[in-house]
């Protein structure tokens, strides 16, 4: 088969002759129709998110089931399915008190495993979620950044009435967007410097988008939400972004640290704004028990999560995608591989 294999930091050999994985009785061989590229795998392809090299990379993706290993039942050939690519044990001390997404044996397809940057994923059945057969798998490919955002917003606790910023326009800024819209907010703004990305929010319904960069930002800001936002996520994964969030919120407002950062990044706050505000500061660590609420919403079209995809690459031209100086300006940007009417005859 074919497989971008990251051997080492800013390196993809892309291979012909990768070997199909083998089936353990509890897996499921699934031929991957598109995968993401997720923030997270553009750190580790840069060396700033350690992982075990070599290694297939790639955590956000969807595909249609060719083998099923023995004793298997509930899903057949050819079903249509996304991958949830955290992997939890369920007998650690952390699993068995609900805490899933800190299990001690934590495995994530792409990261710890070998992932989704390849013809054929061997994937557990416990992390297979069924599609109907009518199924865009290009917009199923959205379950793990959705399921990860609605985590996020558990975080947030967003009330009727209440005024909502995402900081940071990229795919997880706009998903929080629309799911902010989606929780009754009176107001959603967004704060990007990225015009192409301001127009986006504002085509997906946010009430404002604000460049954080131009001279009246805070002013304009203030003024819309009387003062400041009840509710800042922040999306980037930025020093900067995230130091932003303690001006942006009101007093008595909640701020959710979603984006993943360099590794070793600091962030600087003033304690007695924090103090006079009493701002509540939550993170947001994978997608525990929200995957399923994902695959529903993108079942019944909630989200109209197609218009998210800036561009689709060959996984032949993967080190393109990553390397590519366009790349701030893209929302989502996924990896695919032809379809082989001959698939039958390799596994």
Same mark, same amino acid.
């Given at each position: 088969m074919i497989a971008a294999v990251l051997n080492k930091i800013k390196n993809f050999e892309v291979r012909e002759d990768y070997p199909i994985p083998k089936l353990e009785k509890d897996d499921v061989l699934v031929q991957v129709a598109y995968c993401g590229i997720c923030g997270t795998d553009k750190l580790i392809y840069d060396g700033n998110f350690e992982v075990k090299m070599p290694i297939v990379t790639g955590h956000e993706y969807s595909g249609t089931i060719v083998d099923i290993g023995a004793g298997l039942g509930g899903f057949r050939i050819d079903d249509k399915v996304a991958v949830n690519p955290n992997i939890h044990c369920g007998y650690c001390r952390m699993c068995k008190v609900g805490? @899933?997404? +800190?299990?001690?044996?934590?495995? *994530?397809?792409g990261v710890t495993e070998n992932g989704g940057f390849a013809e054929f994923s061997a994937v557990p059945v416990s992390q297979l979620y069924g599609? %109907?057969?009518?199924t865009d798998l290009s917009v199923a490919a959205f379950a793990e950044p959705l399921s990860c955002c609605l985590r996020g917003m558990e975080h947030a606790k967003i009330k009727h009435g209440e005024s909502v910023v @995402?900081? #940071? #326009?990229?795919s997880i800024g706009q998903i929080m967007l629309q799911l902010a819209k989606n929780s009754a907010a009176s107001k959603v703004l967004l704060v990007e410097p990225i015009e192409s990305k301001r127009r986006l929010a504002l085509e997906l319904g946010a009430?404002? %988008?604000?460049?954080p960069f131009e001279d009246k930002f805070l002013n304009q800001f203030y003024n819309f939400t009387n #003062? #400041? *936002?009840?509710?800042? =996520?922040?999306?980037v994964g930025k020093k900067e972004a995230v130091e932003l969030t303690v001006d942006l919120a009101a007093k008595g407002g909640r701020v959710v640290i979603f984006g993943l950062t360099h590794k070793n990044e600091k962030a600087t706050f003033d304690l007695n704004k924090l103090f006079n505000k009493e701002i509540q500061i939550n993170n947001s660590f994978l997608n525990p028990f929200t995957f399923q609420q994902a695959i529903d919403l993108i079942s019944e079209n909630k989200l109209p999560l197609s218009i998210l995809i800036s561009?689709? &690459?060959? =996984?032949? $031209? @993967? $080190?393109?995608? +990553?390397? %590519? %100086?366009?790349? $701030?300006?893209?929302?989502?940007?996924?990896?695919? &591989?032809k379809p082989r009417s001959d698939y039958e005859t390799k596994i």
């Open positions: 805490k @899933i997404q +800190f299990c001690l044996n934590h495995k *994530a397809l599609l %109907s057969a009518d @995402i900081v #940071g #326009g990229g009430d404002l %988008s604000l460049d #003062g #400041g *936002a009840d509710v800042v =996520i922040e999306c561009k689709q &690459t060959e =996984i032949s $031209s @993967i $080190s393109d995608a +990553f390397d %590519s %100086s366009e790349n $701030s300006f893209l929302i989502k940007q996924q990896i695919f &591989t």
